[in-house]
């Protein structure tokens, strides 16, 4: 973790555990209410570690009703670039661990467009890790990845391998006790700077918009209902329709 995030930040509960930890800190995890919110590195790309952080986290809160992880990459993103690229560099290892910890909702950013997913599950089979293009990879390094898409078999056999996904469902609005997790992209606050959208609009995506203003997202939580709203900075108007899950 750099001296600069330190003198800034305390963060709770740091994973230090962490056997390949970055300049961009560890993992750490805390509660708010009822709902236990777990932040990856995912500039780390060792799966293992992020899936013994969320097992941490729950065993240390188990009965909280709302489990939420909060990361930088976007495993289910639609920006142009890196949603087809090393947005999905953890997609395969990831979306099981999530399923399988029984995750509600992945926050994710990076790709710099407004996003948010059906509700997606694991397909359940055994996909490729691509662990000999993180080697000594973090951040926003992809050296080794970049280089490999070059090549037109590698990128069709990487993009088959990370369509390891279901959709669960397909529902909009307010669902009840749904399968699957939800995942959503946040587009940029300050304005700072965008992305274009990939052109062809991935099947799992339900909604996703790049205005080029910033936006902010709003998330209410209550003991039976998770609902977020995203709105246009200046006007504050919402680009998007209201998004609930409500458990029993």
């Known amino acids: ?56 986290a729950i065993k240390a809160h188990p009965d909280t009703k709302w489990r939420i992880v909060v990361m930088h990459q976007d495993i289910y993103g639609t920006g142009l670039d890196y949603s087809d690229s090393d947005g999905i560099l953890l997609r395969t290892q990831l979306t099981p661990i999530y399923d399988a910890n029984k995750i509600d909702v992945v926050l994710q950013g990076h790709d710099h467009t407004y996003a948010r997913t059906y509700q997606l599950s694991s397909d359940g089979k ?34 088959s391998q990370n369509l390891c996904y279901t959709i669960a469902d397909m529902k909009q609005g307010v669902l009840h006790n749904p399968k699957g997790v939800f995942y959503m992209s946040s587009n940029s606050a300050t304005g700072s700077k965008y992305y274009n959208l990939i052109p062809q609009q991935q099947d799992y995506i ?9 936006t902010y997202s709003v998330v209410h939580i209550t003991d039976s209902e998770f609902t977020i709203n995203t709105y246009d900075v200046e006007t504050g108007t919402a680009i998007d329709d209201s998004y609930s899950i409500v458990k029993d």
Do not use: C
Request: net charge positive; aromatic share 14%.
């Open 1 to 56: 973790m750099t001296s600069g995030y330190q003198n800034h930040f305390n963060v709770p509960n740091p994973f230090t555990e962490e056997s390949n930890p970055t300049k961009a800190g560890h993992g750490y995890y805390y509660t708010y209410g009822n709902a236990l919110f777990i932040v990856i590195n995912a500039n780390n790309y060792n799966a293992a570690d992020h899936e013994a952080l969320i097992k941490k």
């Open 126 to 159: 055994q996909h490729a890790s691509f662990d000999d293009l993180k080697k000594g990879q973090q951040g926003q390094s992809h050296k080794l990845l970049n280089n490999a898409l070059k090549n037109k078999e590698f990128k069709n056999n990487y993009e």
């Open 206 to 214: 339900a909604a996703r918009s790049q205005s080029w203003r910033p």
